[in-house]
């Protein structure tokens, strides 16, 4: 599987990052499992043949609190995980403003991120009081 140099991260299952796949054969959303920078990999319960390795295949990204990214993108890798499948597509057409906005919401979940870890990394005041 290929690694992409631009960091990851995830939805909370509090705020999914939705994805609609645009064409005859797709009706319901799909959930991101990341995106970076240059692309996103999608949850599936079922095999998608369109969306094999090297397919062309446009998307929408419902980023929460955000307007929906149009974006044109190409499929990388294909994986497995438990019960469920997920693909990557690197974005290979993407306006400036719609990857403003991507970056924002990544700038975002890293603060969410680091602030979670510093809450769990304090001591307990209330036990070190007692």
Not at 72 to 79: A, F, I, P
Request: hydrophobic residues 40%.
């Amino acid at each position: 599987m290929l690694r992409s140099r631009y960091t990851r991260v995830r939805p909370t299952p509090a705020e999914p990052l939705l994805v609609q796949l645009m064409g005859p054969r797709f009706l319901e959303p799909l959930r991101a499992r990341d995106i970076s920078r240059s692309g996103v990999a999608v949850w599936t319960a079922r095999p998608m043949a369109e969306c094999s390795v090297d397919a062309k295949v446009r998307l929408v990204l419902r980023i929460p609190g955000g307007r929906p990214v149009i974006a044109l993108g190409e499929v990388r890798h294909h994986s497995e995980h438990l019960d469920h499948e997920f693909f990557g597509v690197e974005f290979v057409e993407l306006t400036d403003c719609h990857r403003a906005q991507i970056e924002a919401y990544i700038e975002r979940r890293l603060r969410e991120e680091r602030a979670t870890r510093d809450l769990a990394a304090r001591p307990n005041r209330r036990l070190a009081s007692t």
